[in-house]
């Protein structure tokens, strides 16, 4: 129905427009044959277009705008006939003839017009230096009619919500809203007359129009106008009249949305100090932040049904604009979060979406402004505001200051630093407001804890106390996050302690030469309390990864105490807590390796490690598991770069252990041999290659062997090495010589 009755109001409006142009192409044509008569009879004709109730206020403006364009012409044409002599006055009474009372009157003002101005109004508003200029102060003059003009229209535009009954007050008021443009354009004229310095906006424009906007009592009617002052008049001006303009705020009607409208202003005021270094001393003198932060504080205070949507947008505009003008003063800054905290103090959590959204902006503010966290931490009231998020939206601005600092590569320094960010962030540490783990989407929450992850690795210090105090830090938060989020946080902070142990590690002595001083053994000590909060989970697969780390660091300090004992609570773990086979699997390899890396360690410590692994690899479930892992043994017995670890005997052995299987298999031990047999083990001969070739060979060719490409090219791939080791010759290709492909 709606869109049925926008359709007609547009035909209407063409049948109008179109009759309009057709009787002004007479007019002109008469007109220009300077026949008044026929000019008469086509512009009644023309101006009857507009006896017409069909038109809404929009659009029948739309439709008088054209006409009074072509009166313009005919106004014209009155006085060229004045000038040669034609009675004004006959003029008048000729008109008055037309037959409708609507377009007899707009030619009598037509008419009138011409008569006003030639003789009436010769000092008023004359251009400056004319022959009419009079001793009229012609600037006020002009402003004085723009601002009666102005009064009238707005009392006429609030008047029309009380005109007709009640159930189309909904229609009135949306042509009301159409209308509006025609009351503002006063404010624009008002702006554009040459001569209104600030003075004369200071003492009479700005004055004269807020009286208007705050007497008239009407919420549409206060908010556009105030958006109009704040759009059309210079920056300049505002800066200059905040007292008068803000003093206006307080006085609007409740339900006006004064939060855009003071938004408004302080975005244009913060455009206009970052327009010029050379105005930011104005914002000094005339102290507009202290103006605008009374002003919303009075704000607040008169409009008590405020929703908090409002309070929290006003201050978030607030701190915008402190930070684009006064970007030095952290302490403006902080007072504008201190007095958010202080309006909301009692009210409890924000429940509102879009107010948290807000919360969020208002704190995001001062990462964006400064790309620097530590700055934003001195701000002490930053996480005071952080107190009236719930759960879920804590956990937004944690992920958002996280963000920033990966972004901007912040390194956290200090120890309290560390402390005063893990305040920012426990909404991704700990659980807020008993909302347990589980509630949480799994992907988020992996999300989140990587980010946690990230961050830690930003914690740093070339001063190997204040280090140690971070790590120290950062332990106390990470363990009381429950069981979920120890597998994300605690691998970083392991790996962020072994970067001190190796600096320390590098220095020749203790600089401190205390027993207090931070030393190896004391980190150790911490790391082994760290990686043992991983069994609550539990994780014993990723707590035995980190405890062969720590061994390995411990083994390049030279450490063998520690490093065994890092050892002897792997194997506690493998034998314990790891029961699936293919995790036992992994676990064996990742200790076989490990230990094959290790030198620190005496003869009897690795041998009780080393039979250790050995015992471990054999009892693995899988006859093909146990065979790897196994002759992955034997480079135990066999360190290339130790001498004291070349067990040739013991070697071979736990080569020969276990080689029954597939063909497979004996592929992957037969180029075990062939390591072996280049590194001048004296136990892998010949004879013992060569036995090995022909037993694959057999196998290959038996009926009862399955075919198996895979095995077939990599078998095929080793003889044509040894083929190759033949031809290179040398002291290697030497040995290959006997062995027969």
Known sequence: MIS??????????????????????????????????????????????????????????????????????????????????????????????????????YLLCTVGSVSYLSQVSRDKLPDIGSEYEGDADTVKDAVEFVLQNFTEMNKLWVRMQHQGPARGKEKREKERSELRDLVGKNLHVLSQIEGVDLELYKDTVLPRVLEQVVNCKDELAQFYLMDCIIQVFPDEYH??????????????????????????????????????????????????????????????????????????????????????????????????????????????????SRATKQVVALLSAPLEKYNDIVTALKLSNYPRVLEFLDSGTNKVMATVIIQSIMKNTTHVLTAEKVEALFELIKGLIEDLDGTPDDEVDEEDFKEEQNSVARLIQMFSNDDSEEMFKIICTVKKHIVTGGPKRLPFTVPPLVFSSLKLVRKLQAQDENPFGDEASTTPKKLFQLLTQIIEALLNVPAPELALRLYLQCAEAANDCDLEPVAYEFFTQAYILYEEEISDSKAQVTAIHLIIGTLQRMHVFGVENRDTLTHKATGYSAKLLKKPDQCRAVYACSHLFWVDDQENMKDGERCPMQLGERSTGSVALFVEILNKYLYFFEKGNPQITVASVQSLIELITTELHSDSTSPEPATDAFFASTLRYIQFQKQKGGAVGERYESIKV
Not at 247 to 266: E, F, H, W
């Open 239 to 352: 800066l200059q009249t905040l007292d008068i303009l803000l003093g206006a705020c307080p006085q609007l009607q409740p339900a006006v949305d004064i939060k855009t409208v003071l938004s408004q202003l302080m975005e244009r005021l913060s455009n206009y100090a970052a327009s010029s270094t050379e105005v930011l001393p104005e914002f000094l003198q005339v102290e507009a932040f202290s103006k605008l932060s009374n002003a919303i504080g009075k704000v607040i205070e008169a409009q008590v049904d405020m929703p908090i949507i409002g309070v929290v947008t006003l201050y978030s505009s607030l701190l915008k604009f402190t930070l684009h003008v006064h970007p030095d003063r952290l302490d403006y800054a902080d007072q504008v979060l201190g007095s958010f905290v202080k309006k909301l103090s009692g009210k409890g959590k924000i429940e509102d």
């Open 4 to 105: 049925d009755g926008v359709e007609d109001e547009e035909k209407w409006l063409a049948a109008g427009i179109a009759g309009l142009q057709q009787n002004a192409f007479y007019m002109h044509r008469a007109l220009d044959s300077n026949n008044l008569r026929d000019a008469l009879k086509y512009s009644a004709q023309m101006l009857s277009e507009l006896r017409t109730s069909k038109l809404s206020p929009h659009k029948y403006y739309e439709l008088y705008m054209r006409a009074f364009d072509e009166l313009r012409k005919l106004e014209m044409f009155f006085k060229e006939e004045a000038r040669r002599g034609c009675s004004i006055i006959d003029l008048y009474e000729l008109v008055q003839h037309a037959g409708n009372i609507l377009p007899r009157l």
